[in-house]
Structure formats: structure tokens, C-alpha cells
């Protein structure tokens, strides 16, 4: 909730992983507005400038990271992401619509991913960016679909090797639904609890692959929990009636 947190924290993470105090200069020059928000970034002789910038309006530290994210894009490729963008704070959203509706030429990419099983909690300013941005010839939308069969078994096969891949893929693609997430987490899980192990021959499971399928990691359960709890009554039911008759 607190405004521009993502925005602050990135700007902090790109001014300690530069090799020099271009970030922090550049700040302070264009955006003085911001630095009192970033007290690890501002020197003494900077925090005696900004004195009076604490009492800045939203507009003008709008314009003023806008103006200094540009000003490093410049004459270097600026790569910002920002995860789970549906979480945001109306302040950044509006920054990130400003930065993709400028027309000065910039080596700017911007990345910000969203949850497509979460649209509920998308904010109307978030909704009236993506509509903006869209209808901009700079800006495109990536769905990310969930991970086939076919490539469930081409993670598993890098990961634990062929041969156990062909045995267990079909019960860790029907357990994770081709999520990647879920996947990556459930293998360590298995891993972690010795349910699959690496030994001389190679990997190998020491449960057959229907009991993998049902040892399901805490975290999986509770987003699994989670999400149950935010269906409509009428949704709960179907589920509930649907679970009498098994996967």
C-alpha cells in the first residue's frame, strides 16, 4: 500500500548492482524528489539538497523517475521487472503507464507479470494502464500458458534424467496441471522428503508413482486452500459435488 514501493525498491536494487554512482547522480539530479525516500542512497551533501522534498506532490515525483529512468536508458539498455504487477499501489501503476506512452527514443524494456487466475484483484487504475499500453504499438501482452505433457517431460528429463522422467511424468503433470511453479516446488519437495534420489545408476523414485502424485507439498496445499476460499458459493458446490467422483 505504501506508494511507489515497488518502484523504490527497484531503484535501490539498480543503484547497488551498477558499477558506479551513475544511478544515485542521475537521481539526484533529475529526480532530488526521490532520494529522501531511499535514505541508503543519498550522501549528505544530496540529503541537504532535498531538504525541502519531502512534502513533494505525486505529480512531480511522477515526472521526475519518468524523467531519470529515460536519462539512464539513454545511452545504456535498461532492463526493470517488477513482479506480480496486480499488487501495485495506484501511484507506480501510473508511472508505468507513463514510461509506456512516452515518445522519446530510449533503450528501455519494462517487464511486469500478472497472475491470470487473479484478474479479481486487478485495480481499476491497473486495468485502465493495460488497456492504455495495449493500444500502443510499443507495448504487447504474453499469456503464458500452463506447461503440456510434452514439456512437463522435457523439465523432468533435464532434471532427474530420462528414465525416471518417462515414470513419473504423467503423475507430476496431472498433480502440478502444467504449472511451473508448482512443478519446480513439488520435485524439491520430493527430493527433500528422500521420495526421489540420485544414486549410482542415476534417479530413481522409491515410492511407486502413484504415491508421489499424493505427497502433496504444504505450499502447493495451501495456494490450492487459498484459491478454494475465493470461489463463489455455487463454484464451491460443483467442486465439492465433483470431488465425489474422484480426479
Given at each position: ?243 465425489v467422483v474422484g480426479t
Amino acid at each position: 500500500s505504501e506508494p511507489y514501493y515497488p518502484l523504490l525498491d527497484l531503484v535501490t536494487r539498480l543503484a547497488r548492482s551498477a558499477d558506479d554512482e551513475t544511478v544515485a547522480a542521475t537521481l539526484a539530479r533529475l529526480a532530488p524528489s526521490w532520494l529522501p525516500h531511499l535514505p541508503g542512497l543519498s550522501d549528505d551533501r544530496s540529503r541537504a539538497f532535498t531538504a525541502g522534498t519531502h512534502m513533494a506532490t505525486a505529480a512531480r515525483m511522477l515526472r521526475e523517475i519518468v524523467t531519470a529512468i529515460e536519462a539512464l536508458s539513454e545511452h545504456t539498455t535498461l532492463v526493470l521487472w517488477i513482479e506480480d504487477i496486480q499488487w501495485a499501489d495506484p501511484a507506480t501503476i501510473d508511472v508505468l503507464n507513463s514510461l509506456g506512452q512516452r515518445r522519446d527514443p530510449a533503450r528501455l524494456l519494462l517487464l511486469a507479470t500478472m497472475r491470470s487466475s487473479e484478474p479479481a484483484v486487478a485495480s481499476a487504475p491497473l486495468r485502465r494502464a493495460h488497456a492504455d499500453l495495449l493500444a500502443r504499438p510499443h507495448a504487447s501482452q504474453l499469456r503464458l500458458q500452463p506447461l503440456s505433457d510434452d514439456e512437463v517431460a522435457g523439465y523432468l528429463d533435464l532434471r532427474v534424467g530420462r528414465d525416471l522422467s518417462r515414470e513419473i511424468g504423467a503423475a507430476m503433470h496431472q498433480l502440478t496441471a502444467g504449472n511451473p511453479l508448482f512443478l519446480a516446488t513439488a520435485i524439491d519437495h520430493l527430493v527433500r522428503k528422500g521420495y526421489i534420489v540420485d544414486s549410482r545408476d542415476g534417479w530413481r523414485a522409491l515410492v511407486p508413482a502413484e504415491t508421489l502424485a499424493g505427497a502433496v507439498p504444504a505450499s502447493l496445499a495451501g495456494t490450492v486452500t487459498r484459491a478454494l476460499e475465493e470461489l463463489a458459493g455455487d463454484e464451491r458446490q460443483a467442486i465439492d459435488a465433483a470431488s465425489v467422483v474422484g480426479t
